[in-house]
Every structure is written in structure tokens, then in C-alpha cells.
């Protein structure tokens, strides 16, 4: 059972945004700004799209935003395209020098 | 550009050692500002961070709860690369595992390795 919480898998049409949630505590999301976001085609090696909560990496379209309240994070994507279709990883630094992983949300375009 | 390239067997009996080696190209495994991390993944347990390694002035180790016990990582600066070192695995730790660079002015894991799937079978 991992760390932080996180839908299986959410859906949406080209064109539409949608959001993903990840849900931790206040010991890991709540108390530290350091919530980041990856990007895991099949086969291939997580890919970092947002760091810092908001922050996007050199290179991310800025159809990719994230935020938080509280004990959750949020990652959106706007303008869905079919290559979007992915699965999405959320992390949180967790202290003293732990980070932890959401369980993964498997995102369908439809 | 920062590329790392992973090596090691995909196969390790019961109660052996798993081993995985990381090349690093683009950076140094002795940086001041790179952290270099062990997180692996699995159908069971996800992805799962496990440990790093990183020199300001001198070496750091920490490792998570779940294998501080089993786990080491070596840096070796003359070879530019970093391993890690799982003794006495079960099944359990049958997973893919990657190595991957965190820097803290830019806090995130921003590159990773390609992923060795390890098999823990007899």
C-alpha cells in the first residue's frame, strides 16, 4: 500500500483538462512544499513535469500545473491530447530524508 | 545533458546479494548540489524510495526504514558511477529498480536511469 493516495485511473476527451489528486498527511504533504509529479509511459523511466508543488521543469508544457491544499496535492492537465495518456505518479518529501510515493493513476484518453 | 546507465543481472536467488550499478555522464557522483537516489518499482509496492548518497565535504548515507538493514550504496568517484547492494532478498524484492538525481536548489528527481527488473527466484 503506498504512501500517499491516488485515484486508479481518470479519463477525459481531447481538448478537456482534468485533474488527478494525491492525498497524504500532514507529516509528509501538509508539512513540505517539495510534492512533485511524474510522467511513466510503459516501459520506460518515471518523467519529471512538475516539481515544488508548481514549478514546471525546462521542456514541460504549460498544459501541466499543480497545486496543493492542506494534505493534498493536484496535478492538471489542460488541453488533453492523446499523448497526454499515461500514468502519473505524485511524491512528497516525507522527513527525516524520506520521500514517498502515491500509488499511481492511470490516465485514458478517450 | 545527464544521462545515467544502469547495469547488473536480472536474475538473484534467495538470500544472495542484489547488485546495480549506475553510470553517471553529464555530472559528478561527488557533486556539491546532486544527490544520487535508489527507488524501485513493483506491482505489490509501487514505487518505493530506498535510499542515496551524497558528498558535501564528506560522504552521506540514508536509507529508508524498509532495507536500512540490508542496503548499502558505494560512490565511486574514480569510475564516476554509484551501486547498490540489497543482501539477503527475498521474492519481495523482485521489482524494477532505477537510479535517479535529486537536486536540492531545484528539488525534484529530474533524471533517471532506464530501469533494471531484478528477479528474485531460485
Known amino acids: 500500500q503506498s504512501a500517499l493516495t491516488q485515484p486508479a485511473s481518470v479519463s477525459g476527451s481531447p481538448g478537456q483538462s482534468i485533474t488527478i489528486s494525491c492525498t497524504g498527511t500532514?507529516?509528509?504533504?501538509?508539512?513540505?512544499?517539495?510534492v512533485s509529479w511524474y510522467q511513466q509511459h510503459p516501459g520506460k523511466a518515471p518523467k519529471l513535469i512538475i516539481q515544488?508543488?508548481?514549478k514546471r521543469p525546462s521542456g514541460v508544457s504549460n498544459r501541466f500545473s499543480g497545486s496543493k491544499s492542506g494534505n493534498t496535492a493536484s496535478l492538471t492537465i489542460s488541453g488533453l491530447q492523446a499523448e497526454d495518456e499515461s500514468d502519473y505518479y505524485c511524491?512528497?518529501?516525507?522527513?527525516?530524508?524520506?520521500?514517498?510515493f502515491g500509488g499511481g493513476t492511470k490516465l485514458t484518453v478517450l | 545533458q545527464v544521462q545515467l546507465q544502469q547495469s547488473g543481472p536480472g536474475l538473484v536467488k534467495p538470500s544472495q546479494t542484489l547488485s546495480v550499478t549506475c553510470a553517471i555522464s553529464?555530472?559528478?557522483?561527488?557533486?556539491?548540489?546532486?544527490?544520487w537516489n535508489w527507488i524501485r518499482q513493483s506491482p505489490s509496492r509501487g514505487l518505493e524510495w530506498l535510499g542515496r548518497?551524497?558528498?558535501?565535504?564528506?560522504?552521506?548515507?540514508d536509507y529508508a526504514f524498509s532495507v536500512k538493514s540490508r542496503m548499502n550504496i558505494n560512490p565511486d568517484t574514480s569510475r564516476n558511477q554509484f551501486s547498490l547492494h540489497l543482501n539477503s532478498v527475498t521474492p519481495e524484492d523482485t521489482a524494477v529498480y532505477y537510479c535517479?538525481?535529486?537536486?536540492?536548489?531545484?528539488?525534484?528527481?529530474?533524471?533517471w536511469g532506464q530501469g533494471t527488473l531484478v528477479t528474485v527466484s531460485s
Open positions: 535517479a538525481r535529486y537536486v536540492g536548489v531545484s528539488p525534484g528527481f529530474d533524471y
Open positions: 553529464g555530472d559528478s557522483v561527488s557533486s556539491n548540489t546532486a544527490a
Open positions: 548518497t551524497y558528498y558535501r565535504s564528506k560522504w552521506y548515507y
Open positions: 500532514s507529516s509528509d504533504i501538509g508539512s513540505y512544499n517539495l
Open positions: 515544488e508543488v508548481t
Open positions: 511524491c512528497s518529501y516525507a522527513g527525516p530524508t524520506t520521500w514517498v
